[in-house]
């Protein structure tokens, strides 16, 4: 099955800094997702981006489906941003989501 | 739009007994719905997909009868652990398709204890 690889693991920023998350994938994709997961355990929909760039407030994200890496700006970082950030794929033959490892972001004040 | 909902939220029970999971899609049908599990600290690990009206398609390694699916209608799907042990504590959480491309919705979750 398709490989999903999320980096850095971990990331801690200062509030205000900006970040970039990395979600490389190992084959051809016709649906890439990225989500927030809040403490409380809800996935929230950032993106749905299968190629091209996106923007949303102080968060946009941009996918390269021909190198199969997807990325996800953060920027002007708040508090409010700190959870698990996950990048998930459907493989163009599959009929589900490969859920990457996530990036646990920490805002700090 | 695009809203799931699971019900219940937070569930405790007995080893031995079962327990049914909700998962429905407040505003759109939905013919292809999915169930995760989560452990802490870990990412989402797909078990199951449910498709309205057929059975469910399970994922390498999960036992189809101890975690039952059904897909009763296009917005209502519901997940069964059957003789709960403790080992099936997690965090589970479905997730519903939309009617139209690929993109996914996810419910709040449910976290299971079983005792």
């Known amino acids: 099955g398709i490989q999903v690889e999320q980096s850095p693991p971990d990331l801690i920023l200062q509030e205000g800094a900006n970040s970039t998350l990395r979600c490389n994938f190992s084959d051809s994709v016709n649906n890439l997702q990225w989500f927030h997961q809040n403490p409380w355990g809800q996935l929230i929909n950032l993106f749905y981006i299968p190629s091209g760039t996106k923007q949303n407030g102080r968060l946009s994200a941009t996918t390269v489906a021909t190198e199969r890496y997807s990325l996800l700006y953060i920027s002007s970082s708040q508090t409010t941003d700190s959870g698990v950030y996950f990048c998930a794929v459907e493989e163009t033959a599959g009929n589900k989501l490969t859920f990457g490892g996530g990036t646990r972001v920490l805002v700090k004040p | 739009g695009a809203v799931v909902s699971q019900h219940p939220s937070r569930v405790i029970c007995k080893s031995g007994t079962s327990v049914k999971i909700e998962c429905r899609s407040l505003?759109?049908?939905?013919?292809?719905m999915f169930w995760y599990r989560q452990f802490p600290k870990q990412s989402l690990m797909l078990m199951a997909t449910s498709n309205e009206g057929s059975k469910a398609t399970y994922e390498q390694g999960v036992e189809k009868d101890k975690f039952l699916i059904n897909h009763a209608s296009l917005t209502l799907s519901t997940l069964t652990v059957t003789s709960a042990h403790p080992e099936d504590s997690s965090f589970y959480i479905c997730?519903?398709?939309?009617?139209?491309?690929?993109?996914?919705?996810f419910g709040p979750g449910t976290r299971l204890t079983v005792t």
């Open positions: 505003d759109f049908q939905a013919t292809t």
């Open positions: 997730s519903a398709r939309a009617p139209v491309g690929y993109e996914q919705y």
